[in-house]
């Protein structure tokens, strides 16, 4: 976002691979600038063609995009395949692509089930393919770190539409369900659970519902939040990504890493 100060250049992830979902913008595109900062080769996967090589080829060299709608297994599959193609190997997987849906305010009688199902593709079963494929080449090498990205609104009820704060309290579940398993092999996998962050996802669904100026979302979600004197940015959420995904994170594994300002303690 305009307002974050990235950290500069660092070699946290000096070398690594790191394949991100949905990083042709928001949280996601964040975490691949920072990745790349840090000097990560990075692949953005994405299924917006025109915004995902667009910012691929604003990130530099140390970016490719890649076509792929995380709910087909086949380009989930294709995606982790073309990084070890093109670098040999995969480090990273993070599991960030995710829709809201249309349905808001919450209501429990206007669900629409077919609306539920399409959201849980996306940011369940979407993520459960990444996860499936980065094992199948993590594995052999004894090594990686996989992400995902929850939310505080799988912390709290009442916060989101349902069928997104189903599929958001689903994930910190999936987490602690792979984890062990995959400790067997070397692999850890934890995920990040963010504030609500001014990307294009919110303010659409905010200027749709409520007819608003974006800065007047954003002063709202500063007014929401309760850590006083700071925002929640993107780039908070990257750095955070950052850490899991690099060796300095090396003993943690089954994580949920809520970065939310003490929002969900009260
Ligand atoms: P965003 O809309 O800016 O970015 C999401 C990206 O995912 C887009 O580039 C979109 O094209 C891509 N995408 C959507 N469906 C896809 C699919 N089927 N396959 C591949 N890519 C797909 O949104 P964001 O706010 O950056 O959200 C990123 C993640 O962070 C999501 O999982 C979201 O639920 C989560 N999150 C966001 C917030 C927030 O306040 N912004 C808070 C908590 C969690």
Redesign the pocket.
């Known amino acids: 976002s305009a307002t974050s100060t990235a950290l500069g250049g660092g070699s946290r992830l000096e070398g690594k691979v790191a394949l991100i979902?949905?990083?042709?913008?928001?949280?996601?595109?964040a975490s691949a600038r920072e990745f790349v900062q840090q000097g990560a080769h990075v692949i953005i996967?994405?299924?917006?063609k025109e915004?995902?090589s667009h910012t691929a080829a604003e990130l530099g060299a140390r970016a490719n995009f890649v076509h792929?709608?995380?709910?087909e297994e086949s380009q989930v599959a294709e995606a982790v395949d073309f990084a070890v193609a093109r670098h040999g190997k995969l480090d990273i997987m993070y599991n960030?692509?995710?829709?809201?849906g249309p349905s808001f305010p919450p209501s429990i009688a206007d669900l629409n089930l077919d609306e539920f199902d399409r959201v849980m593709r996306?940011?369940v079963r979407?993520t459960m393919a990444g996860i499936k494929h980065a094992v199948r080449v993590m594995k052999p090498t004894h090594a990686g770190s996989i992400l995902c990205?929850?939310?505080?609104?799988g912390i709290l009820g009442g916060l989101g539409p349902h069928p997104?704060s189903v599929s958001?309290f689903t994930l910190p579940g999936i987490v602690k369900s792979v984890a062990s398993e995959i400790s067997q092999d070397g692999i850890r996998i934890n995920c990040i659970?963010?504030?609500?962050?001014?990307?294009?996802?919110?303010v659409a669904q905010m200027q749709k519902f409520y007819g608003v100026e974006r800065e007047w979302i954003e002063n709202m979600i500063y007014e929401l939040g309760e850590l006083k004197g700071a925002k929640c940015e993107?780039i908070d959420i990257a750095r955070a990504a950052v850490f899991l995904a690099s060796d300095e994170a090396k003993y943690i594994s089954g994580h949920n890493l809520v970065v939310d300002g003490a929002f969900t303690c009260f």
């Open positions: 979902t949905g990083a042709a913008s928001g949280i996601g595109k996967a994405d299924s917006d915004m995902g792929c709608d995380v709910t960030n692509a995710g829709i809201v996306v940011n979407g990205t929850a939310s505080i609104t997104y958001k659970s963010p504030f609500v962050i001014p990307t294009p996802l919110v993107d």
